[in-house]
């Protein structure tokens, strides 16, 4: 019986407070992360072919129910490249020099996840991203230099898991998967396109 008024009373203080509300089997209703991102570029391997540690991203999300998510991810990378010293024939002109080759991106993203078991220690979760890219382009040899600055349009589907440190913790673990595409075009640079295959591991704290 003293169960029962108990939970009848917490009932009430809900729908009087509806800011106190928790998703059943959630016992959070918003989380943010953040951690570095290890990134290899897919598109025009010729210009970039080197693997980047120079990243990171953080993430919001807010739940609308027990199992999706949104929110928005701010993110950057870069990547470079270094090419020996050798003759660049370009049909008119000829220099011999050594080449520094450089890429990089802020990413704003609007994102949506589905999380296929909320609330427990072990949390899988797939979504998909779409925002705004700034990319930059640039090019060094001997004391000259080249740059484009170009926006465009992004899209990054993603997959990953939280690793709660406990059943009940605040903090997580997290490690996401994911192909981020943004829609530049940099014909100088002979990019149509700029795809990359990113792993973005860090801590993710639980909003209780």
């Not at 000829?94 to 450089?102: G, K, P, S």
């Not at 949506?112 to 427990?120: A, L, S, V």
């Not at 990054?156 to 406990?166: C, K, L, T």
Request: proline share 4%.
């Amino acid at each position: 019986m003293l169960g029962f008024l108990a939970a009848k009373d917490l009932l009430a203080q809900q729908v009087s407070n509806p800011e106190s509300v928790q998703f059943v089997g959630t016992y959070y209703d918003k989380y943010f992360g953040a951690g570095p991102i290890a990134s290899v570029p897919l598109s025009n391997r010729d210009f970039i072919d080197n693997r980047s540690l120079r990243g990171a991203r953080f993430f919001y999300r807010e739940l609308i129910n027990d199992r999706v998510s949104a929110g928005f991810d701010l993110s950057y990378l870069a990547y470079d490249d270094y090419l020996p010293p050798r003759v660049f024939d370009d049909g008119t002109t000829a220099i011999f020099t050594d080449l520094y080759n450089a890429v990089e991106q802020y990413a704003v993203t609007v994102s949506g996840e589905y999380n296929f078991r909320p609330g427990q220690q072990i949390m899988p979760y797939a979504g998909l991203g779409g925002g705004a890219s700034y990319s930059t382009f640039a090019l060094y040899y001997n004391i000259y230099s080249d740059a484009q600055n170009k926006w465009s349009g992004l899209i990054r589907p993603y997959a990953g898991v939280f690793f709660r440190f406990s059943d009940k913790s605040t903090w997580a673990a997290f490690t996401t998967a994911s192909f981020d595409h943004a829609f530049v075009k940099a014909p100088d640079y002979d990019y149509n396109g700029f795809s990359a295959f990113n792993l973005h591991v860090g801590l993710v704290f639980l909003d209780w």
